[in-house]
């Protein structure tokens, strides 16, 4: 494997952590608002996600902070 795919494949694989993480942690009966903070190379693709699950929407921040 060439250090270009391990790269891609340890970042493809902790958002992917760090997305199940955020879903174990989600109390859907209780909860109605999450912030969730990462750095910008990991948003697109965790904006992604979240955007496909039916129980979440993705707004900006600004929007929500107004």
């Not at 270009?4 to 909860?31: E, I, K, P, S």
């Not at 965790?46 to 902070?65: G, W």
């Amino acid at each position: 494997m060439s250090v270009l795919n391990y790269v891609g494949t340890f970042w493809y694989g902790t958002n992917l952590m760090n997305f199940n993480h955020v879903l174990r942690q989600t109390d859907y009966a209780r909860d109605n608002c999450y912030v969730i903070i990462y750095g910008s190379n990991h948003i697109p693709f965790l904006k992604h996600l979240f955007e496909m699950h039916p129980y979440f929407e993705v707004i900006d921040v600004e929007k929500a902070l107004k």
